[in-house]
């Protein structure tokens, strides 16, 4: 456990200043937004960019595990490092996620706090929904989850694409097959959606939930909709985290075979 928590310090000690240039980012991109609108007088341009933060949540997940993986691979330290590789994928997703967590708790109060400046203040006589606290805590729940799916799934491929290197034959298109395994899982995932035995089970230990969200923006009025009504499985949501620790121990296989990266 020691190890473990040592290689998650390490992780956070690496990636704390990209963490900091991201919030100092999104914190840039609302005042640029907020001087725009103020300057055209065009009160929907502010209160949509800040959205705007919330919604790159996911890619910048993305960004945050393939620079770590990256990094690593880079350094070649995966082949001569005595730890387990669950021990070393896990310490970079669990860094990866509190960031990203940090990142879309940020973002929510920016997103909370831009939605109190007055619209008289960019614009007259527009209109402006209140937002409540408690839909944009829904929507970080949201983001968070889809953020941790994509760190998986890119740490899987991620793997992948380097195991693939030890077979001469392929090398050299590798990057395409993993683009096509990738596509594959898309598909599988959406096929196995469809199915009459998922969506049978999808109907068990149903839990009431949001079902979406929409904005709907004029020159005079901006209105942002939590659309509720919809329920969420608790057993099709646990075999898709069931699907994940799959996919997690895969990656984590293929490493201990100390592939070259």
């Known amino acids: ?67 770590c993986l990256n990094y690593e691979g880079k350094t070649q330290l995966w082949i001569y490092n005595p730890q387990s590789a669950a021990m070393l994928l896990g310490s970079k997703l669990l860094s990866c996620v509190l960031f990203q967590v940090i990142s879309i708790l940020f973002a929510c109060c920016l997103v909370f706090v831009a939605f109190r400046v007055p619209t008289s ?22 983001m968070t989850a889809v953020s941790i799916v994509i760190a998986v799934l890119m740490m899987f491929l991620w793997v992948v694409y380097h195991a693939l290197a030890r077979i001469q034959l392929i090398k050299n298109i590798r990057w395409l097959l993993v683009f096509l395994l990738f596509i594959g899982t898309v598909l599988l995932k959406n096929w196995v959606g469809q199915t009459m035995l998922y969506q ?62």
Do not use: H
């Open 1 to 67: 456990m020691n190890s473990f928590k040592g290689l998650v310090l390490k992780e956070w000690l690496i990636g704390k200043s990209t963490l900091l240039w991201l919030l100092v980012a999104q914190v840039g991109f609302v005042f640029i937004s907020f001087l725009v609108s103020r300057y055209w007088e065009v009160a929907g341009i502010f209160y949509m960019s800040t959205w705007v933060i919330m919604i790159l949540q996911p890619f910048i997940m993305f960004s945050l595990i393939f620079g």
């Open 121 to 142: 203040y960019f614009q007259q006589d527009f209109q402006l929904e209140n937002m409540e606290l408690i839909g944009l805590l829904q929507v970080c729940g949201v």
């Open 200 to 261: 049978k089970l999808d109907d068990i230990w149903a839990v009431p939930a949001f079902s979406g969200s929409s904005f709907s923006l004029s020159q005079s009025k901006l209105e942002f909709y939590l659309e509720g009504g919809g329920n969420i499985s608790l057993l099709t949501s646990g075999l898709d985290v069931i699907g994940l620790v799959i996919m997690f121990l895969a990656s984590c296989w293929l490493l201990d075979r100390k592939i070259e990266v």
